[in-house]
């Protein structure tokens, strides 16, 4: 199979869901799924990777900015060779999760990565990420990812029967999170801050400490 036949196929699939994800999320707007343009390429083989997410967002307050879905060529080998032994449904339905996937990265960026004090909200172990990836009936293959699913927060979510609820769930999570790190930069003191992060490879947050400094003119 050719370059460009595997580029078409890509593109095809990435606009299918586009749209199946707008429907899942936005049923009644006209907006359509992702803000940003989004585009989608074959890259070099990274181990135990099969896809992954980046942007071209290169500082805050950037609204404009391109998505890119990057498929390994791992998974382009893969899809290969289920067609080659008669189960292309198969192979492309691997390709459609892995796409799902990134796709749900990317909307969760858009959606809450702005927030100050918290970071990589679009993280493969951040919760926010996994609510809307189980919403959107994607699946994840990290380790541990799967105890999401004991969580409150992932119970709360599966009682939803549309996209607004769901936001409200993850905002008022955020919003405890926040509170929970104003309530430490108190006890700190005034020149130190703590931020914290989720993690993209390992289950857990990651703390991060700040220092402060005030400059003074004379």
């Known amino acids: 199979m050719e370059d460009l036949q595997i580029q078409e196929l890509l593109n095809k699939l990435l606009a299918k869901e586009l749209e199946l994800l707008r429907k899942r999320f936005k049923p ?6 992702l803000h940003n343009k989004v585009i989608i390429k074959v890259v070099k083989d990274e181990p135990n990777v099969a896809g992954y997410y980046v942007n071209t967002k290169k500082k805050k307050r950037q609204y404009r900015y391109t998505h890119e879905v990057c498929i390994t060529q791992t ?16 192979g492309k339905q ?21 927030w100050g004090c918290i970071e990589k909200c679009h993280g493969d172990y951040s919760p926010i990420f996994l609510g809307c990836l189980y919403w959107a009936n994607g699946v994840s293959y990290h380790a541990y990812v799967n105890e999401f699913n004991n969580t409150d927060l992932c119970k709360s979510i599966k009682e ?9 769930i993850l905002l008022r999570y955020i919003f405890s999170l926040e509170e929970t790190v104003r309530n430490i930069n108190k006890d700190i003191g005034p020149f130190k801050e703590l931020g914290i ?22």
């Open 197 to 218: 992060r989720f993690n993209s490879r390992g289950a857990g947050i990651v703390k991060n400490t700040y220092l402060k400094q005030n400059n003074i003119l004379i």
């Open 160 to 168: 939803c029967n549309n996209y607004d609820s769901v936001h409200t």
């Open 94 to 114: 691997n390709l459609i999760d892995v796409i799902r996937h990134e796709l749900i990265h990317a909307f969760v960026f858009e959606e809450f990565e702005e």
């Open 75 to 90: 998974t382009i080998d893969n899809y290969k060779n289920y067609c080659k032994y008669h189960m292309k449904k198969i």
């Open 28 to 33: 009644y707007k006209r907006s359509s799924f």
